[in-house]
């Protein structure tokens, strides 16, 4: 598959345009922190803001929704009206909206200005890695651009907790949204300077058929799995939303194929290349989220580390991102684009692999060295993946296959959390049948066979023996737990290490 012309009839990059690139670094940052922010800040907004279990849920998730049910549409949108304009609109609406959450007074107006933040969130990333297709020209140059582009959104999305704890420790809850303020005045300021606007001259109507069937197809879905997840919510009542979701699915990608400018081209998937791409980044967003949700409870639940220590512990995940997505550009130069993937993959297996053996014994050493091994793995996927998929179609539709690849890894991220989620708790919950003492109460014990922190309650009450024996029980149930999500993960790797190797070939996908 070729995506761009011989290096020697491009135009080279200047500096401005590099300039120009650092201010789309920053928005692309802070709206992949902000996916994440909110972990450690959630109890002590709660407390204060006095909100109950319903309204933590859609504080936390009203974001993530309106991202994922709108990233289609704004992509496209900015395809339609100019993607710099799109991005300095969405920067002013996230400003506002991030001071609004600051100093929301309630619950309501927090989920409220929560729901304008993703609105601008979906405005900002389909544009940004829009837009670095329209300034480097190059292939070598675009490559390095993406990388840098993958490094911020993979990155932030991974470091959110990290920034939110350390914000915490020295500041109220609210100081997790002032932070975009200046960022967002950058970019505002810079961005007229430095950005150059792209809007194709003859670029058609956005359907809105299209766009209103396009958040009915995702929005459900991503409620499904998300309180499959979390327990927020009756499973007949998340496997209907799921159902809904597909069947509004269907619907879309009829109309899609039968219009002449469609909202989101699928045709596109008839490119095996394509279509391995947008599947192994959705791939690696169920374990990087799924994952990532089991050791971030596994410092706290089971190693008994502080939020704010547990963040620092996970960290290392999200630097390793940063660092196999870096370096990626300079492997490519040796490497042709199957190897790179494959090869990363390869590595993020023997990562997950780690993750099969880790036990709460060994403290957090080991389980950090095998996350972090996970993620530097798929840095070369983020990066080159993100590059065939925005390189596969035209400048002018740029921004819809940006909204591709950013949809893939979201829903990617979603159905994570479900699977891995559900696996670790099914898990605890087989481990655990039969290990609480008898003469403690129904609910208590249901408690303790549910999670850790149902066990540690119950304990409290009990003799220090037996107290002593369910926590270690407790524990080891969870510790398994996390074994078979790093088993599930190897074999997902393992499974499209080898795909990317020998299809990916076959597909033109050295053509890069």
Same mark, same amino acid.
């Not at 009206?81 to 959450?101: E, P, W």
């Not at 809105?208 to 197809?217: N, Q, W, Y």
């Given at each position: 598959?070729?995506?761009?012309? *011989? ?8 500096? &401005? ?10 928005? #692309? ?14 109890? %002590? ?27 289609? #549409? ?53 544009? *940004? ?141 008839? &490119? %095996? ?7 192994? /980044?959705? /791939? ?194 969870? *510790? ?33």
């Amino acid at each position: 598959m070729s995506v761009s012309k *011989t290096e020697e009839t491009e135009p080279r990059a200047t500096s &401005r345009t590099w300039m120009g690139l650092a201010v789309l670094a920053l928005p #692309t940052l802070l709206v992949a922190l902000d996916m994440n922010v909110l972990f450690l800040a959630l109890p %002590r907004l709660t407390a204060e803001l006095g909100a109950d279990s319903v309204e933590q849920l859609w504080i936390t998730d009203a974001y993530g929704f309106m991202v994922a049910g709108l990233v289609i #549409t704004m992509g496209t949108l900015g395809d339609r009206i100019g993607r710099r304009k799109l991005l300095l609109t969405g920067a002013v609406a996230f400003a506002i909206a991030s001071l609004a959450s600051a100093y929301a007074p309630n619950p309501t107006v927090l989920i409220a200005a929560r729901t304008v933040l993703g609105i601008a969130g979906a405005t900002v990333m389909p544009s *940004t890695l829009a837009l670095i297709t329209n300034m480097f020209r190059d292939a070598q140059e675009r490559g390095k651009a993406i990388a840098v582009w993958a490094t911020c959104n993979f990155t932030g999305a991974a470091l959110g907790p990290v920034v939110g704890g350390i914000l915490l420790d020295h500041f109220w809850w609210g100081s997790v949204f002032l932070m975009a303020l200046p960022i967002m005045v950058v970019v505002l300021i810079a961005g007229p300077l430095l950005l150059p606007e792209f809007r194709p001259p003859q670029a058609g109507k956005l359907d809105l058929t299209s766009v209103l069937l396009s958040m009915l197809a995702i929005l459900p879905v991503v409620y499904g799995i998300k309180t499959l997840a979390t327990g927020n919510g009756t499973a007949t009542v998340s496997v209907v939303a799921i159902l809904v979701g597909l069947v509004f699915a269907i619907v879309f990608v009829r109309r899609q194929l039968h219009l002449d400018n469609p909202l989101l081209d699928l045709r596109l998937f008839t &490119r %095996r290349s394509f279509a391995l791409v947008v599947l192994a /980044l959705a /791939l690696a967003g169920i374990v990087m989220a799924g994952v990532g949700l089991l050791v971030t409870q596994f410092l706290q639940s089971v190693l008994g580390y502080s939020p704010l220590t547990s963040a620092l512990w996970f960290a290392p995940m999200g630097l390793a991102v940063a660092v196999g997505t870096m370096v990626t550009p300079a492997f490519t130069k040796s490497l042709k684009p199957s190897v790179a993937i494959a090869g990363g993959l390869a590595v993020s297996t023997i990562g997950a692999a780690v993750l099969i053996v880790v036990n709460s014994t060994w403290g957090p050493v080991p389980v950090v060295i095998g996350i972090a091994i996970l993620a530097v793995g798929t840095g070369p996927l983020f990066t080159i993946g993100t590059g065939l998929v925005v390189g596969s179609v035209p400048p002018e539709r740029a921004g819809s296959a940006a909204a591709m690849s950013e949809t893939a890894n979201f829903l990617g991220g979603a159905l994570g959390l479900a699977l891995l989620g559900t696996i670790g708790a099914a898990v605890y919950q087989h481990r655990m049948a039969g290990v609480v003492p008898d003469g403690v109460p129904e609910a208590a014990a249901d408690a303790a066979r549910e999670t850790v922190a149902g066990a540690t309650s119950v304990a409290a009450s009990l003799p220090t023996d037996q107290a002593t024996e369910l926590l270690r029980q407790a524990h080891s149930a969870f *510790t398994s737990g996390l074994n078979t999500a790093g088993v599930v993960s190897t074999v997902i790797f393992a499974l499209f290490t080898v795909l990317a190797a020998v299809f990916f070939r076959r597909a033109g996908g050295e053509e890069s």
